[in-house]
């Protein structure tokens, strides 16, 4: 049986297609205005890559802060458990996931079944999202990746004492006035990034494994910034973590189709 | 006697000068990088308007964040004890001071003296502040000093939902590219900061008698946007520019301490 997951967030739209609980295809685009428009089109671009169409999805999960509006899906599930599900799905050992969005970022703890116990969410302050490292790669002139990997090379690390993007903004571009190496200020705008995230972590737990999912997820230098402040082994996803929600939503479908225990979008 | 008081904050540095009890000369300029050069040079141009030099003036009280660099201040006082007494000094009877300068938001209780009851202070979080205005007038691509003009033309006030200033001027952005119009938007933006400036009030208790300082004040559409959210009249500092109530409340300070 092949089934679907649906991941339309604000920055980037991801599909995944099940099939007999393997991974057959994955595609992740940058979202347009349009909802429906961004789900078709991710949705699309997964099932052309293994050749098939939309008839040939048994049943698929929509989830991400666009799941209501698109128009394929079968059923709608909240992000937080289709991030637990996912992450859960590919490494059952799982309790916390932090998940680090374009515009949000949640902590979530798990169950051993990959069910959601307690999470909490930001989405009300850009400073521990995916946007505070966007404004802050933006000022140094750097994409996000360049951001991520440039921590490593710092070798006196700077700090940053706002939290308030706003005020690490002015903070930056004092750092860049006075000729201050890039790397090292990388390693303060990533460092700040983790202890912001921290404290959400923090509030659920952080229990043992910990895993990341979202964009932000491949950013080193926040990993690793992330790994100190909670002084625990963040594990790896042998998958793109940016495609766990739709992961997720795609492993809900096959648990729908199946009519297990966990069927429902229950979280 | 002559007293004074510097004032010398993140955006601007001010400078008032009294003489016997009413105030002879008042100036404000934009900071410098450098809180020393702020200091001397808005203290200079309002010496200057007065006709004296800084050997006339007895004693001189600094406040503001750079308040510790003010190379002619006799004493210092903080920012929050100066503005209340700059404010009960223009309006007598004030309890209560709700100060939003550029890089923060203030609000103070006071008792029947002009002494500081209990205060609330935001300078973590760039909602609510000055800066907030600033990067919205930037981004509407609208004069800062015009925006209290133009929200007074606002038919239906738009709700703004973002608190944060990087998410709210995302979603300005959106309803421009919606066609809202300006003065819906700048009405809009007032609502919302006024909401998070009448929290931090309230946090410590709401009086009667209110009156607003600091720059922001001067902005027509957040002071009756402030009203609305506090659901009180607000005194207006008729009698002076309500960016200069805290070098003023410097300089009352100053002449208790001259005469002391």
């Known amino acids: ?267 | 006697m002559l007293v004074a008081g510097c004032d010398v904050g993140s955006l601007s540095a001010k400078a008032v000068i009294l003489e016997d009890g009413s105030i002879l000369s008042s100036q404000v300029i934009l900071a410098r990088p450098e809180p020393e050069d702020s200091a001397r040079e808005v203290m200079d141009a309002a010496l200057k308007a007065a006709g004296i030099t800084m050997g006339d003036i007895e004693h001189c009280v600094g406040t503001g964040y750079g308040r510790h660099h003010i190379p002619f201040a006799h004493s210092v006082e903080s920012e929050i004890a100066c503005h209340g007494r700059g404010a009960q000094w223009l309006l007598p009877g004030v309890k209560m001071v709700i100060d939003i300068g550029g890089q923060d938001a203030k609000a103070v209780r006071l008792d029947d003296h002009g002494n500081v009851a209990r205060y609330a202070y935001n300078d973590k979080c760039a909602s609510g502040t000055g800066r907030f205005l600033e990067v919205m007038a930037g981004a509407l691509g609208v004069p800062i000093e015009q925006m209290g003009e133009i929200s007074g033309r606002a038919k239906a006030p738009v709700t703004i939902s973002n608190q944060c200033v990087v998410f709210a001027e995302t979603e300005i952005i959106s309803l421009i590219n919606a066609g809202k119009p300006l003065a819906d938007i700048i009405a809009g933006l007032h609502r919302a900061m006024a909401h998070r400036v009448a929290s931090l009030a309230r946090g410590i208790e709401l009086e009667q008698e209110i009156t607003m300082t600091g720059g922001v004040a001067k902005n027509r559409g957040m002071f009756s946007a402030l009203e609305e959210a506090l659901g009180v009249k607000i005194r207006e500092m008729s009698a002076a520019d309500p960016q200069i109530a805290g070098a003023l409340g410097a300089a009352v300070i100053a002449s208790r301490r001259a005469s002391g």
């Open chain 1, 1 to 267: 049986m092949i089934v679907a997951g649906c991941d339309v967030g604000s920055l980037t739209s991801k599909a995944v297609i099940l099939d007999d609980g393997k991974i057959l295809s994955q595609a992740v685009l940058a979202s347009t205005f349009n909802t429906d428009e961004s789900a078709s089109m991710v949705m699309d671009r997964a099932l052309r890559a293994v050749g098939l169409s939309l008839q040939d999805i048994g049943f698929c999960v929509g989830t991400g802060y666009g799941r209501d509006r698109i128009p394929f899906v079968s059923k709608a599930v909240s992000e937080i458990a289709c991030h637990a599900r996912g992450a859960w799905w590919l490494m059952p050992s799982v309790r916390t996931v932090i998940d680090i969005g374009g515009q949000d970022c949640k902590a979530i703890r798990l169950d051993e079944k990959g069910g959601v116990v307690k999470f909490f969410t930001n989405d009300k302050c850009a400073a521990g999202t995916g946007r505070f490292l966007e404004v802050m790669a933006k000022l140094l002139g750097i994409s996000l990746d360049e951001l991520g990997r440039l921590s490593s090379e710092a070798r006196s690390p700077l700090s940053l004492a706002s939290t308030c993007t706003v005020w690490a903004q002015a903070e930056v571009i004092h750092h860049l006035n006075e000729k201050k190496p890039k790397a090292d200020i990388a390693a303060a705008i990533n460092q700040a990034m983790a202890n912001r995230v921290a404290i959400l972590a923090r509030s659920v737990g952080a229990q043992k494994d910990v895993c990341m999912t979202g964009g932000v997820a491949k950013n080193v230098g926040v990993v690793q910034a992330l790994e100190r402040c909670l002084d625990v082994n963040i594990r790896r996803l042998r998958v793109d973590p940016q495609i766990i929600g739709a992961l997720g939503a795609a492993v809900f479908a096959r648990e729908n189709v199946r009519g297990g225990s966990h069927a429902g979008g229950r979280m």
